[in-house]
């Protein structure tokens, strides 16, 4: 019982179980399906239908939050969230950060390219300039993964008022609304929202089919797949730097990008713990965006003000657009960790004991980041 191969059949118990033994498959069996070009919508990946109705109780979900739907009191409020007025009058609580556009990988090279370029379009041939964030052909032949999660200027979403469909809707930053817009002779009425501080908002969780309102929905809403469970599993092989289980993680890690349409890592992405590591995150990041992993995962990490600023900064972070106005004009943005301090972070680590528990028990003491 003391050797090795005891040892090493304990350790693929649990993930063996959980990705074998119980019958769970990525949607659609982790396929990419089709994309449409830029500026079409009508074909999306088979990410995008992941975090639709046409995924409820799907074998991904290990665990997920079920909605009613519509006449029951418990929809989901994604739309409202996530969405534009265009779609129900959607309030656009929740957009993208600039930043994330870039995490979006070519798929010729499975490599990232060079980061988008915040140019205004009163910028000479801003809209061809190679890498500008305004230019839709920046985002051509990327990770599928991006065309399911977030629209950027000139990309199509269906218009939907009073549950019936309204239209093709372009998006555009800060042409809200617009009628007669043109196209290649096409005229639209442009995305309308009033929440978008960056220049992206999001595709993915909103339900762009007829029949619902924006409180209405029956998405599942995914707390714990199988996608998520690959990449834990990699993350703590890596971090145990287990040899033995590397080859599994990796394959687990490639069959996740494998539904963005993405080649396998290649061998330099592996080769360290370090190097491994980056693209362990780096699927978290695209795989789930905007399924409130990310917090948790920079507090896991203790890597907080590494990924935005470090201690004592004075500009601190600032929310940026695909113009690159720091702030976009609007009031609720803002700058976060300006001139923070390490006691800052470490309050992002350590919870504070709650005064009612200290209170109950007079031996506690309390977390050192808060005293």
């Given at each position: 019982?003391?050797?090795?191969?005891?040892?090493?059949?304990?350790?693929?118990?649990?993930?063996?179980?959980?990705?074998?033994?119980?019958?769970?498959?990525?949607?659609?069996?982790?396929?990419?399906?089709?994309?449409?070009?830029?500026?079409?919508?009508?074909?999306?990946?088979?990410?995008?239908?992941?975090?639709?109705?046409?995924?409820?109780?799907?074998?991904?979900?290990?665990?997920?939050?079920?909605?009613?739907?519509?006449?029951?009191?418990?929809?989901?409020?994604?739309?409202?969230?996530?969405?534009?007025?265009?779609?129900?009058?959607?309030?656009?609580?929740?957009?993208?950060?600039?930043?994330?556009?870039?995490?979006?990988?070519?798929?010729?090279?499975?490599?990232?390219?060079?980061?988008?370029?915040?140019?205004?379009?009163?910028?000479?041939?801003?809209?061809?300039?190679?890498?500008?964030?305004?230019?839709?052909?920046?985002?051509?032949?990327?990770?599928?993964?991006?065309?399911?999660?977030l629209l950027w200027d000139y990309e199509m979403i269906m218009g939907i008022y009073d549950k019936a469909e309204t239209g093709w809707s372009p998006?555009?930053?800060?042409?809200?609304?617009?009628?007669?817009?043109?196209?290649?002779?096409?005229?639209?009425?442009?995305?309308?929202?009033?929440?978008?501080?960056?220049?992206?908002?999001?595709?993915?969780?909103?339900?762009?089919?007829?029949?619902?309102?924006?409180?209405?929905?029956?998405?599942?809403?995914?707390?714990?797949?199988?996608?998520?469970?690959?990449?834990?599993?990699?993350?703590?092989?890596?971090?145990?730097?287990?040899?033995?289980?590397?080859?599994?993680?990796?394959?687990?890690?490639?069959?996740?990008?494998?539904?963005?349409?993405?080649?396998?890592?290649?061998?330099?992405?592996?080769?360290?713990?370090?190097?491994?590591?980056?693209?362990?995150?780096?699927?978290?990041?695209v795989e789930l965006l905007a399924e409130g992993q990310r917090p948790f995962d920079l507090r896991r990490w203790r890597k907080i003000e590494e990924?935005?600023?470090?201690?004592?900064?004075?500009?601190?972070?600032?929310?940026?657009?695909?113009?690159?106005?720091?702030?976009?004009?609007?009031?609720?943005?803002?700058?976060?960790?300006?001139?923070?301090?390490?006691?800052?972070?470490?309050?992002?680590?350590?919870?504070?004991?709650?005064?009612?528990?200290?209170?109950?028990?007079?031996?506690?003491?309390?977390?050192?980041?808060?005293?």
């Open positions: 019982m003391a050797g090795t191969g005891y040892v090493h059949t304990q350790r693929r118990r649990s993930p063996d179980k959980v990705i074998d033994d119980y019958g769970l498959e990525l949607f659609r069996n982790g396929e990419p399906g089709t994309c449409d070009p830029l500026g079409k919508a009508e074909n999306l990946p088979n990410y995008y239908y992941l975090f639709t109705n046409v995924a409820n109780g799907d074998k991904e979900f290990i665990i997920a939050f079920t909605h009613g739907g519509v006449g029951t009191d418990q929809g989901e409020h994604l739309m409202r969230d996530l969405a534009g007025r265009t779609l129900e009058y959607g309030q656009c609580w929740v957009t993208p950060r600039f930043e994330v556009a870039n995490r979006y990988q070519d798929l010729t090279t499975g490599d990232f390219r060079d980061s988008l370029i915040a140019m205004p379009p009163t910028v000479a041939d801003a809209r061809t300039t190679e890498n500008s964030a305004i230019n839709p052909e920046s985002y051509d032949n990327r990770d599928y993964r991006l065309k399911s999660s998006f555009v930053y800060k042409t809200w609304g617009v009628e007669n817009f043109e196209i290649d002779g096409v005229l639209y009425k442009t995305y309308e929202t009033d929440g978008c501080m960056t220049g992206y908002v999001f595709r993915k969780f909103v339900r762009n089919y007829a029949g619902q309102g924006r409180d209405e929905g029956d998405v599942d809403w995914p707390v714990i797949r199988l996608a998520d469970v690959y990449l834990m599993y990699a993350e703590a092989v890596n971090f145990a730097n287990l040899a033995s289980e590397r080859d599994y993680a990796i394959q687990l890690v490639n069959k996740v990008r494998h539904r963005g349409n993405l080649p396998a890592l290649s061998a330099e992405k592996t080769a360290t713990q370090e190097a491994f590591f980056e693209a362990i995150e780096q699927e978290r990041i990924r935005f600023c470090p201690p004592g900064d004075p500009d601190g972070y600032t929310i940026r657009d695909t113009w690159g106005n720091p702030t976009s004009g609007y009031s609720h943005s803002g700058t976060f960790f300006q001139n923070a301090t390490n006691q800052v972070y470490e309050r992002c680590y350590i919870f504070a004991i709650p005064e009612s528990e200290r209170n109950r028990n007079p031996n506690l003491t309390q977390n050192k980041p808060w005293l």
